[in-house]
């Protein structure tokens, strides 16, 4: 039998906010937005991988329009990994301001409708939007690289613990703590492929720190 909080998770009934934040990412950009960001990304195109004008200024310009930052290496051979109309429709997508009190049941909501309707246009912005408002305790390892299952609300009571890890210990704190996560599912023999994936990650970088 399902509880009341996970009642409210499967029913149709979002909270206020979350309807909003989900209407604003899935909205349609401005078509004539889009096409000034994406004649912006050309020209950062053009002069990171051809030496046609300044990266710097190329990149100035982009970031006056969509008030995000930007970096050289996200054009670097941009055709291998996605197009400049489809990456200047995410761009234009409407950032709404951060929840820093973002609720558990909230957060799961978000976690499930992505789980629904993931693989859009507005996912990476919806990521960066999670990552502003739970800054360091969401990863979007806990979507595509969880250490076990986890169910949506399973994910937002693990953003909770984290949280009050970085209250109480700071980074180092939750690094000890993915330390100990990673060498769990290491030592457990019927540990997920990804999962696994995801701890030896956590230990290379651990290694990696140390040397």
């Known amino acids: 039998m399902a509880t009341s909080r996970e009642a409210d998770l499967t029913s149709s009934q979002l909270s206020p906010r979350v309807k909003e934040l989900i209407s604003k990412f899935t909205a349609q950009p401005d078509p004539t937005f889009v096409a000034q960001i994406c004649n912006a990304m050309k020209r950062c195109v053009a002069a990171v991988n051809d030496g046609v004008g300044d990266p710097k200024q190329s990149l100035s310009e982009l970031e006056k329009l969509t008030g995000k930052e930007w970096q050289e290496e996200t054009f670097f051979e941009i055709w291998g990994w996605t197009s400049e109309e489809e990456l200047a429709e995410a761009a234009a997508i409407d950032f709404p301001e951060p929840l820093s009190d973002m609720s558990e049941t909230e957060l799961a909501q978000i976690v499930d409708f992505h789980r629904s309707n993931g693989g859009q246009i507005w ?5 960066e939007y999670l990552e502003a408002s739970l800054p360091t ?12 299952d986890m169910t949506p609300f399973e994910v937002a009571q693990e953003v909770t613990k984290r949280k009050k890890i970085l209250g109480q210990s700071g980074l180092r704190g939750l690094r000890e703590y993915e330390l100990k996560l990673a060498q769990m599912v290491l030592e457990n023999p019927k540990a997920k492929p ?3 994936q995801w701890a ?6 651990r290694r990696k720190n140390h040397d």
């Open 194 to 196: 990804y999962s696994r």
């Open 123 to 127: 996912e990476d912005r919806l990521f």
């Open 137 to 148: 305790a969401f990863s979007t390892d806990l979507l595509f690289w969880p250490y076990r």
């Open 200 to 205: 030896k990650g956590i230990l290379r970088s």
